[in-house]
Structure formats: C-alpha cells, structure tokens
C-alpha cells in the first residue's frame, strides 16, 4: 500500500485554497490547512512559532495561496495595509518555506505559489498588492534554483482575476459590479495546481499563466 500524501495548503478557508483541500482531501490524500484560525500569517513571529513546532516529517508539497488586498494609488497609500499586504502575501510564504525545507526535501515535495498578473505587471492603485507578488515571484526563482540539487521543485502559478471572496472584494474596492461568470473559477486553477503535484519526477515545471477566456 503506498503512503499517504501530505500537503499544507494556506488560505485553505476559501476561494481557491479550500477547493484545492477539498479534492486532495477528496482523493485520499491528508491537508494539513491553514486558515485564519491556525495562525495570523501577517504576523511573522507567530507563523515562525507555528511552522517550527509543525510535526511533519515529510511534505509532498506546499501550496501558498493565502493572499490579501487593499487597493490604493501611491499618494493615499496606509503604511498598515502596505505592511499587512507585504506581510501576509511575501513575508509568511518565506518563513513557512524555510522552515518546512527539511520535510520537503525528505519528500522530494513541491511548493507552489500562487501568484497573480499582478505579479507580473503592476497597474494603477495596485502599487502595495504588486510589490509584494513582483517579490513573491523573486523568491520562487531564487528558492527554485537553490533546492534543485535537493529535489524540491518549485512552481509559480500565474492567475488573472479569478472568482473569489477576494476578488469579490477588490471589485468593491474599485466600485465595480461583481459577476462571478466573467472570471476564472477557482476549481480551474486547482486544476493547474493539481497537474503540477502530479507531475512525474522526471520533469517540472516552473511557471503557468491562467488567463480568463
């Protein structure tokens, strides 16, 4: 009988975090989800705390999908929601990543971030949301390149505007009307998740845009 996969899995409490649980969990596999409730990933001494005293010994991959927004042009920028943003969607990935290492590489696992377009472009009132996905992206390519010769692959996944709370939100802050149908499902980007953990050990693959139609 074969083992068991693990996966941890943040923003696991909506959009495309809990879909992405709920079939790995669908098919037998275990999550270990990250929620609000588990640990407040703006707050990096705790996710520290938490990560190092996590008992796994081995990881089949990490996926970082915890994200948050708050739109705002340079000049009104919040130094709270600049740091909260730089925080939860930079910072926590970093720290859980280091920390989670050992059972990755014991698993010769996968970690996944779930970037944006904005991490690829940055467009007006977005300046704080952008910066901290321009550097989600740099620390993929630089983790990619450090963990090859221990086996850990890595993935950045590259959604536009898909049909989440989040999104639901950011069309609120812009005082625009929400319609979920014009807008990438969040199960269609777990399926771009999912092929990538389920990819054979002889490839990888470091990069997927998802554009809505």
């Known amino acids: 009988m074969s083992e068991v996969r693990v996966h941890l899995v943040t923003g696991a ?10 079939r790995l969990e669908e098919r037998g596999d275990r999550v270990v989800r ?13 996710v520290r705390r938490w990560a190092v005293a996590l008992d796994e010994p081995r990881l089949d991959s990490l996926v970082h999908s915890a994200g948050t927004v708050e739109l705002s042009t340079v000049e009104d920028l919040d130094l709270a929601d600049w740091r909260r943003q730089l925080d939860v969607n930079l910072t926590a990935p970093a720290i859980l990543t280091a920390a989670l ?14 970037n ?21 992206r740099a620390l993929a390519d630089a983790l990619r390149a450090e ?3 221990h086996g850990v692959r890595v993935t950045t996944i590259f959604p536009s505007r898909t049909a989440t709370p989040m999104q639901e939100k950011v069309h609120a802050q ?3 009307t ?4 014009r807008w990438i499902r ?3 980007v777990s399926d771009a998740i999912l092929h990538v953990l389920d990819l054979p050990a002889d490839a990888t693959v470091p990069e997927i845009t998802l554009r809505p139609r």
Request: a negative charge; hydrophobic letters at 45%.
């Open 13 to 22: 409490g909506s959009g495309i975090g809990a879909d992405l649980a709920q």
């Open 34 to 46: 990250v929620t609000r409730d588990v640990v407040d990933l703006a707050d990096a001494e705790a």
């Open 101 to 114: 290492l050992p059972a990755l590489r014991a698993a010769a696992g996968t970690v996944v971030f779930v």
């Open 116 to 136: 944006s377009s904005a991490g690829m472009i940055a467009n007006p009132t977005w300046s704080a949301y952008a910066a901290s996905k321009f550097g989600l």
């Open 147 to 149: 963990e090859a010769e």
């Open 174 to 176: 812009e005082g625009r």
């Open 178 to 181: 929400y319609d979920a149908s």
């Open 186 to 188: 969040p199960g269609t």
